[in-house]
C-alpha cells in the first residue's frame, strides 16, 4: 500500500521517522503490481479478452499502487478522506457485533458502542473502512460489466467502459491486496502495543519493513504466479461474507508476522520461513483479486430490477 517513492524512500534513513507518525502503506508498489498483474494473468478465458490481454495486464498492474498516490499531505484532503479504506482494525471493529454490510450501518454502530468503550475512540478514521471500500468497488465493477453486456450486446461501442472496467479492476485490486497484509487488520499494525509477554519489537519498524523493503529484495513475480497457477478460479455467491472471512485470516496471522520479525526473518534475506510467509501472503491477495473479478464478470449477467430515480 505505498507509492514508489514511498518505497524507495525507505531506504533512507533521514525519512524512518515519518513511518512512526502516520499509517504505514501495505505492500509497497512491488507487491500491489505482483498481485494485480498475477490476478488478472489468471483470469478464466471466459473472461472478456480486454480485461485479460496485454494492456489490461499493464493498466491494472500500474494501478495496484494508485490508492497510494493519493496519499499525499500536498493533498491532505483526499489523504485524510480515504486514509481508514486501507486499514480495519478487527479488535475495535467487532465490538459492534456482525458487520453490517453498509458503510454508514457500521458508522452508526460505532457510535453507539462509544459509551459502553470510553478508554477505545470508535470512530470510522481510527477503526478503519476496509471492508466497506472493498465492497462498493466490487460492486462497481460489476455495474461496469453489467454496462458491457449491454452495450456488446445492442453492438455498440465499448472502449469507454472498458475504460471504466480496467480502473474499477485495478484499484479494487490494491484493497484487496491490503486485506492479505496481516498487519492492516489489526491495532498491532506497526510495533506491538499493550502486554507484551512474548517481547515483540514495539519500534515502528515492522511495517514497512516486511512489507516494502523485504519484498523489494527478496520476492519475484514468478513466485507469486507459482502460487496462484496452482489454484482454480472461484465464483464467489456471497462477496461480502467471503471478503470477512478473507480479512479475518489474515488477522489469526498477525502474531506470526510479529514472530518471524524477532526471529530475523524480515531482516536482509530473511529465512525460508518468513520468504514462504511472504510470498503465501502476497499469492493469497492475488487469488482474492482474481475470484472477486470473475465473480463480478459472472454476477454481472444476473438480472437487475432498473432505477428509475427513487
Not at 458503510?103 to 477503526?127: C, G, H, M, N, S
Not at 512489507?211 to 527478496?218: G, I, P
Request: hydrophobic share 40%; no cysteine.
Amino acid at each position: 500500500m505505498r507509492p514508489s517513492q514511498f518505497v524507495r524512500i525507505f531506504a533512507a534513513s533521514t525519512l524512518i521517522p515519518l513511518f512512526a507518525t502516520q499509517p504505514a502503506f501495505a505492500w509497497g508498489v512491488d507487491g500491489h503490481n505482483m498481485i494485480n498483474r498475477a490476478a488478472v494473468a489468471y483470469l478464466p478465458t471466459d473472461v472478456p479478452l480486454f480485461l485479460r490481454d496485454a494492456n489490461a495486464l499493464d493498466t491494472i498492474e500500474y494501478l495496484g499502487p494508485e490508492p497510494d498516490r493519493w496519499r499525499n499531505r500536498a493533498e491532505d484532503e483526499l489523504s485524510s478522506e480515504q486514509a481508514p479504506d486501507h486499514f480495519i482494525d478487527l479488535e475495535y471493529a467487532q465490538l459492534v457485533g456482525p458487520l453490517p454490510k453498509k458503510r454508514y450501518d457500521f458508522i452508526r454502530a460505532l457510535a453507539a458502542a462509544q459509551p459502553a468503550t470510553p478508554d477505545i475512540q470508535l470512530t470510522p478514521e481510527k477503526v478503519g473502512q476496509q471492508p466497506w471500500e472493498v465492497e462498493e468497488t466490487w460492486e462497481k465493477l460489476k455495474v461496469d460489466l453489467r454496462e458491457y453486456r449491454r452495450l456488446a450486446a445492442a453492438h455498440k461501442p465499448t472502449r469507454p467502459v472498458e475504460t471504466a472496467i480496467l480502473y474499477d479492476a485495478g484499484v479494487l485490486g490494491h484493497y484487496v491486496g491490503d486485506g492479505s497484509m496481516p498487519l492492516h487488520t489489526t491495532i498491532q499494525y506497526n510495533g506491538w502495543t499493550g502486554e507484551n509477554p512474548n517481547g515483540y519489537t514495539t519500534e515502528h519498524h515492522i511495517h514497512s519493513q516486511f512489507e516494502s523493503a523485504f519484498v523489494h529484495d527478496n520476492v519475484k513475480y514468478s513466485d507469486i504466479t507459482k502460487l496462484v497457477a496452482d489454484t482454480k478460479p472461484a465464483v464467489i455467491d456471497n462477496e461480502w461474507s467471503q471478503y470477512l472471512d478473507y480479512l479475518h485470516h489474515s488477522h489469526l496471522l498477525v502474531e506470526k508476522v510479529y514472530q518471524l520479525d524477532k526471529a530475523g526473518g524480515f531482516t536482509n534475506a530473511g529465512t525460508p520461513e518468513a520468504k514462504a510467509f511472504t510470498d503465501d501472503r502476497i499469492a493469497a491477495g492475488a487469488i482474492e483479486l482474481r475470484n472477486l473479478i470473475y465473480s463480478a464478470w459472472v454476477h454481472s449477467a444476473d438480472p437487475v430490477e432498473d432505477f428509475h430515480g427513487n
